[in-house]
C-alpha cells in the first residue's frame, strides 16, 4: 500500500545518488530561488521539493505521470491539502507517544500498541476522505491512490486491526514455546495463540492451566527480574513485528505526505509566478533521441522570483540543431536565457510545469553546466588547469542524449586558445549526441562554427539597440565581430576607450 | 597410520624440521631487524596469533625443492576458492576450540554437555568439508595431495565414523526438543509443545499490505552470556524431565566420547594459517595496485628483478591509507645482475630511496628462502644461504666503542658469517668517518666481497665505489630532470630524460577532440 504519485508503480528514493555535478547544476542555474518558492517558508516542504526536482525523470511517459496529477492537484486543491495535513498529523503524533522501558521487548510491544491505536483513528479518517472523493480525480495517479484506500482500509480490516491490538495487550498472560538453543539456552522463541478456534483464548488457557502433563516453576520471591527477562525473550519476536508494523503505517503516512507535499509545493511556485503575470505551461517531453526544440516565452522563473519585477521571454526555433550558440553584446541577457533553457529542462525532468509560455524538447537525459568561475578553488592550479580539470569531470559523467550548458567556458586563457580548446571540444560533444548550449563573447569561437557549414547549429544574438541599449532578446543571428564591452565601458567609466587599449590583443 | 608411505605429515616442510626446531628456531641475524623484516612478520601474523607463526620465518628452506613445496601451495590458494575452503576450515577450527573452552565453564550438566555436542559436530563438519571440497579441487601442489590422502584415511577410519554417528544421533535428538511455557502470574508451566500457531507470524502477514521498502530491524539484542541463571536452569532441569530420550542420547555420546580432535588436524589447521596469513597480505598488496610475483629460484647468480619494492614500506602505506584514504604512491625498482655482476652499487641523493631500495633487495632474498611470493612483476633469484646486513648505526649509540670501531668489529663479523652462497646488504657504512677513511675502508670491504662472490647491495655517499670492478653494477636514485630537487626515488643504471611543458595542457586532461570522442563511445 503505497502513495505512488511520482511514479506509476514505484516508489520515490529520496535516499538515492543525485546525480553527478547537481550542486555545481543548481548554483549554475540559481535553483535556490525557485525551491524557496516552492517550500512557501516550510522546511519540510521546501526539502521534499528539493529532493524530487534534484532527482530527474528520463522517461517523457514518467513526466506525463506527474503531469497529470500536478493538473489535479491544481484542479482540487483542498482535498489533497486535507489528506497531506492528516499524514502530516499522524506523522506528528507518533513522535509525541512516550515510550517507557523501549529498552526490553515489554516496553517496546506497549508503545507499539498505543501508536497503531492512535493511526487506527486516522486510518478510518483517511478512508473516509476517499469515500468522499470517489471519481473528482482524472488523473490515473489520485485515482488508484483513491481506489487502494478504499480496498486496502475495508471496514473488515479496521476491525481485524482493533481485535489484535487487544489480544497484544496479554491480559491472560503470555503463551509462547522455544527449543533448545546453543548450551541448551532457550532459542527461536513463538507467541501462541489457541490452536482451537472454536475455543476463546481465555477458555483455552483456563483448560491448559489444569493439565496435568506441565510442570510448574513457581517464581521464588526476588526472582521477578528473571521472570521479566524470560517473558522478555519470549515475546520479542512479537513485538519486533508489531514495532515493524508500526513502522510501516507511520512510513506510509510519510510516503504520502511527502508525495503529496511536492505537488503542494508545486502549487506554490505555481501561485507565485501567476501572480507575477508570467506565463507557465506543462511542457512537451520529447523522446531523448528527437531533435524538437521549441519555446515562447522562454523566461528564468529564478531571476523573476529575485527580482519580483518584469521579465523578458524569449522564443526558440531550433528543431534539428544539436548546438545552440548564443552571442553578442555583454549584459545581453545570454546567460539568463542559457539558464532559462537549463531550468526549464529541469523543470521539465521534475515533471513540473515549464516557465514559459510553450516548451518543447527532449529529455536529456543528464543536465550539466560547466560556467567560467571566478574563484579558483584548487590551490596549485592555475585557472586554466581549473577549468580544464572540471570539464574533463563533466565528460566523465557525460552520456549521449546529455545536455551540457556552456558558459564563456575557456575564457581564462587568450582568446585564440581558448576558442581552439573550445571548437574542438564542441564539435565532440554534439558528434558523440550530446547536446550543447553554448554562451560566448569569443567572436573566433562563434565564427569557427558560423564558417563551418555544419546544418545543427542554431545561433543567437543578444540584441543591441543602434544606441546601445540591450533589450535582453535573443534574435536568431551570426555571430557579428565586435564586442560590445566598449559600450559598457564607455557607460561605467564615463569616457571611451583609448586607442592603444582599442588595439588590444590581436586577432 | 601406517602401510603405503606417505608424503610429508607437514604441509610447509617436505621433510619437517625436528619439533624442538620448530618450537624454539635458532635466533634471527640483525638483518631480520635492519632489513624491517620483523615489521612485515609482524604485519603478517597480525590477527593470526593463536597460530604462533613467527617461528615459521626464521627458518629459510635450504633446497630449491623445499621452495617449491611451498610455492605449489601458495599458488593453489592464490586466488582460487581453496583460500574460501581453508578459511572456512580454520573458522570452524577456531569454534571448536571457542566451544571447549566454553563447555569447561558450564555449571549445568547439560549445558556442558551440549556444547561438547556442539563442538564435536563443528569439528566433524570441518573435516568432512575439508575433505570434500579437497576431492573436488584440482590440486596438484604435493603438500595438499599428501595431505589430502591422510585426510582421506582419517576420515575413513572406524573411530571417526562412529563418531560421527553418535554425533549425529543426539543432535537430531536434542533439536526436536521444543516446549511450550505459560507465563501467569508468579507461575511459569512447562509442558511439551503441540504445534500451535506463531502469532507474530500472524502479526506480520495482518500488517504486511503497509510494507515500505526498507525500515529497520525491531529485534531487541536478548542476552548473549552463555550461562543460565537460576530461572533458566529451573526451566532446563524441568525440560529434561519432559524429554528423557533426547538427553539419554546426549548421556550416551558424551560417555562414548570423551576425546575427539586429531593431533595431525590440529597441525595442519596451525600450518596451513602459514600460508593463508600471507596471502592475506598478498591480496591487499594487489588491491592496491602492487604487484606481486612467485620468483623463480635458482642456483644461478643471474638475478632479474622486475618492480619491486620495500613490502614493510608498503604495508606502513597501506596502512595509513586505510586511515587517510587513497594510499601514498609507492616507487617500484628494477634490477639485473648477469654474467660476472654481483654487487649493486647505489648512491646518489639524501632521501632518494637508496636505503629502501637495499632493504627491498634483502626482503626480496628473505621472502624467497621462505618460499613466499615477493613483490614484483617478476624475479629471477638465487637462492641464499644467509641473508646478512650492516646498516649504519643511530645516534643513540652506547660510546663504549668508538663508532668507526664499531662499523668495523660489526663489518668483519657480517663477513665472517657470508659464504659464496650468501646476501649481504650494506648500508651507510663508514658513514661516520672522513670521506678517504670511509673510501678506503670500503674499497676494503668491497674486495673482500668480491673475492667471496656473494651477492650484494652497498649503499654509500662514496661515487667512486660505483665503478669499484667488474662484479659492481652502479644504480643512482634519480631526480627529476625538470626541477632537480624533486627525487623519483627510481633507480636506475642510466638517468632519465626530462620532459617538456607545453600546450598540450588541454590533451594531459583528456579534452582534445579526438580523446573526448573516445571518452564518450565507451
Redesign the interface.
Known amino acids: ?2 502513495p505512488h504519485l511520482l511514479f506509476a508503480d514505484d ?1 520515490f ?1 529520496p535516499e538515492d545518488p543525485l546525480p553527478p555535478g547537481t550542486e555545481t547544476l543548481g548554483e549554475d542555474l540559481g535553483l535556490a530561488a525557485l525551491l524557496d518558492a516552492m517550500g512557501g517558508g516550510d522546511g519540510h516542504l521546501r526539502a521534499v521539493a528539493t529532493a524530487v526536482t534534484l532527482h530527474p525523470l528520463t522517461e517523457p511517459s514518467a513526466i506525463t505521470y506527474r503531469q497529470a496529477v500536478l493538473s489535479d492537484c491544481l484542479d482540487h486543491r483542498e482535498v489533497v491539502e486535507q489528506i497531506h495535513e492528516l499524514a502530516e498529523a499522524a506523522v506528528a503524533e507518533e513522535k509525541k507517544v512516550w515510550g517507557v522501558f523501549t ?3 515489554s516496553g ?1 510491544l506497549h508503545r507499539a500498541v498505543g501508536v497503531l491505536a492512535l493511526f487506527t483513528a486516522h486510518l478510518h479518517r483517511l478512508r473516509a476522505i476517499a469515500d468522499a472523493n470517489t471519481g473528482r480525480f482524472s488523473s490515473e495517479g489520485l485515482r488508484q491512490l483513491v481506489a487502494t484506500l478504499q480496498s ?1 482500509l475495508s471496514d473488515e480490516y479496521l476491525e ?2 482493533e481485535r ?1 491490538l487487544q489480544l ?1 495487550r496479554f491480559r ?9 538453543g ?5 532459542g527461536d522463541w ?6 482451537q478456534p472454536a475455543i476463546n483464548w481465555w477458555q483455552r ?1 483456563r483448560l ?2 489444569r ?1 496435568s ?8 520471591p526476588g ?1 521477578d527480574d ?2 521479566a ?6 515475546i ?10 508500526m ?3 507511520l ?2 503516512f510519510s ?1 504520502l505526505r511527502f508525495e503529496l507535499g511536492f505537488y503542494l509545493a508545486a502549487a506554490n511556485l505555481h501561485d507565485r509566478l501567476v501572480g507575477l503575470g508570467q506565463p507557465t505551461c506543462l511542457p512537451t517531453p520529447a523522446p531523448g533521441t528527437s531533435t524538437v526544440l521549441q519555446a515562447r516565452d522562454l523566461y528564468d522563473p529564478g531571476l523573476l522570483l529575485r527580482s519580483g519585477g518584469t521579465v523578458v521571454g524569449n522564443d526558440l526555433d531550433a528543431d534539428g540543431t544539436s548546438l545552440v550558440l548564443v552571442t553578442g553584446a555583454n549584459q545581453g541577457g545570454k546567460s539568463t536565457f542559457l539558464r532559462a533553457m537549463g531550468v526549464a529542462q529541469v523543470m521539465m525532468r521534475a515533471g513540473l510545469f515549464a516557465a514559459a509560455r510553450s516548451f518543447s524538447a527532449p529529455v536529456a537525459r543528464g543536465v550539466f553546466t560547466h560556467y567560467e568561475r571566478e574563484e579558483t578553488s584548487k590551490a596549485g592550479l592555475g585557472k ?2 581549473e577549468e ?2 572540471r ?2 569531470q563533466v ?2 559523467w ?3 542524449g546529455s545536455l551540457v550548458l556552456l558558459n564563456e567556458s575557456f575564457s581564462s586563457t587568450n582568446e585564440a ?1 581558448g576558442a581552439a ?1 573550445a571548437s ?2 564542441i ?3 554534439v ?4 547536446r550543447v548550449a553554448c554562451v560566448t563573447h569569443s567572436f573566433e569561437l562563434a565564427d569557427h562554427f558560423a564558417r563551418s557549414g555544419r546544418d545543427d547549429v542554431a545561433f543567437l544574438r543578444a540584441e543591441r539597440r543602434e544606441d546601445g541599449t540591450r533589450t535582453y532578446r535573443m534574435l536568431p543571428g551570426a555571430p557579428a565581430p565586435t564586442s560590445h564591452g566598449e559600450d559598457l565601458y564607455r557607460r561605467i567609466f564615463g569616457r571611451a576607450l583609448a586607442d592603444d587599449a582599442r588595439r588590444g590583443p590581436p586577432g | 597410520m601406517s602401510g603405503v608411505p606417505m608424503g610429508s605429515a607437514s604441509v610447509l616442510f617436505p621433510s619437517p624440521p625436528s619439533p624442538a626446531t620448530e618450537i624454539d628456531p635458532p635466533t634471527v641475524p640483525s638483518s631480520f631487524t635492519d632489513l624491517d623484516f620483523d615489521q612485515i612478520v609482524k604485519a603478517v601474523v597480525a590477527g593470526h596469533d593463536e597460530y604462533r607463526l613467527r617461528p615459521y620465518f626464521g627458518l629459510p628452506l635450504e633446497s630449491v625443492d623445499a621452495v617449491v613445496y611451498r610455492q605449489e601451495v601458495f599458488a593453489a590458494l592464490d586466488g582460487t576458492p581453496l583460500t574460501e575452503t581453508m578459511d572456512n576450515f580454520s573458522d570452524r577450527m577456531r569454534s571448536v576450540r571457542a566451544m571447549l573452552t566454553l563447555a569447561e565453564e558450564m555449571r549445568h550438566r547439560y549445558q556442558r554437555r551440549c556444547w561438547l555436542l556442539t563442538a564435536a559436530a563443528t569439528y566433524v563438519g570441518a573435516v568432512t568439508g575439508l575433505l570434500g571440497e579437497l576431492e573436488q579441487a584440482p590440486v596438484t601442489a604435493r603438500a595438499l595431495v599428501g595431505w589430502r590422502e591422510r585426510l582421506a584415511r582419517y576420515v575413513g577410519s572406524e573411530a571417526f565414523e562412529t563418531l560421527r554417528q553418535d554425533m549425529t544421533e543426539a543432535r537430531g535428538a536434542i533439536a526436536r526438543v521444543r516446549y511450550t511455557l505459560l507465563f501467569y502470574a508468579r507461575v511459569i508451566r512447562v509442558r511439551r509443545f503441540e504445534g500451535e500457531t506463531d502469532y507474530g507470524e500472524e502479526i506480520a502477514s495482518f500488517f504486511a499490505r503497509f510494507q515500505q521498502r526498507g525500515g529497520t530491524d525491531h529485534h531487541l539484542e536478548m542476552s548473549g552470556r552463555p550461562t543460565m541463571n537460576r530461572l533458566e536452569q529451573q526451566v532446563l532441569d524441568r525440560v529434561v524431565a519432559l524429554f528423557p530420550d533426547a538427553f539419554g542420547a546426549l548421556d550416551r555420546f558424551c560417555e562414548a566420547h570423551p576425546v575427539w580432535l586429531d593431533q595431525l588436524v590440529v597441525r595442519f589447521d596451525r600450518e596451513i594459517q602459514f600460508y593463508l596469513a600471507y596471502l592475506e597480505v598478498v591480496r591487499s598488496l594487489r588491491a592496491s595496485g602492487l604487484p606481486v610475483c612467485y620468483p623463480v629460484l635458482t642456483s644461478s647468480k643471474d638475478e632479474a628483478v622486475h618492480s619491486t619494492y620495500d613490502l614493510a614500506l608498503a604495508l606502513r602505506r597501506l596502512a595509513q591509507s586505510e586511515e587517510a584514504g587513497g594510499p601514498g604512491a609507492v616507487v617500484t625498482n628494477d634490477y639485473r645482475l648477469s654474467g660476472p655482476e654481483r654487487i649493486l652499487v647505489v648512491t646518489g641523493p639524501n632521501q632518494g630511496g637508496k636505503t629502501t631500495f637495499a632493504r627491498a633487495f634483502g626482503q626480496l632474498h628473505w621472502l624467497a628462502a621462505l618460499g613466499c611470493p615477493v613483490p614484483g612483476v617478476h624475479a629471477r633469484l638465487f637462492l641464499a644461504d644467509k641473508v646478512l646486513s650492516h646498516f649504519g648505526l643511530g645516534e643513540n649509540l652506547a660510546d663504549m666503542r668508538g663508532r668507526l670501531e664499531d662499523d668495523l668489529v660489526r663489518v668483519r663479523e657480517t663477513l665472517e658469517q657470508a659464504s659464496s652462497g650468501s646476501v649481504v646488504v650494506l648500508n651507510e657504512i663508514f658513514s661516520s668517518t672522513t670521506l678517504r677513511d670511509a673510501t678506503v675502508l670500503s674499497r676494503s670491504v668491497l674486495a673482500d666481497l668480491s673475492a667471496l662472490d656473494a651477492l650484494g647491495v652497498c649503499v654509500t655517499f662514496v661515487d667512486e665505489l660505483a665503478s669499484f670492478d667488474h662484479k659492481t653494477v652502479s644504480m643512482v636514485a634519480g631526480v627529476d630532470a625538470a626541477d632537480p630537487t624533486v627525487r623519483t626515488f627510481k633507480l636506475e643504471r642510466r638517468p632519465a630524460d626530462g620532459r617538456a611543458y607545453a600546450v598540450v595542457l588541454a590533451e594531459r586532461y583528456g579534452l582534445s577532440h579526438d580523446r573526448v570522442k573516445e571518452r564518450l563511445a565507451r
Do not use: C, Y
Not at chain 1, 520479542?236 to 513485528?241: F, H, I, P, S, T
Open positions: 500500500m503505497k516508489d528514493r529498552n526490553v521487548p517496546r486496502e481485524g486491526m489484535h497484544l491472560s498472560g503470555v503463551l509462547s514455546s522455544a527449543g533448545l546453543l548450551g541448551a539456552k532457550a513463538r507467541v501462541h495463540l489457541s490452536t488457557l491448559w492451566w493439565r502433563d506441565a510442570l510448574r516453576i513457581v517464581v521464588r526472582d528473571l521472570v527477562e524470560l517473558r522478555g525473550q519470549a520479542n519476536e512479537v513485538a519486533a513485528a508489531l514495532s515493524e508494523a513502522e510501516h503505517v512510513s506510509f510516503s586554466l588547469e580544464l580539470a570539464m574533463s565528460v566523465d557525460l552520456t549521449p586558445e580548446i574542438g571540444l564539435e565532440a560533444l558528434e558523440s549526441g550530446v
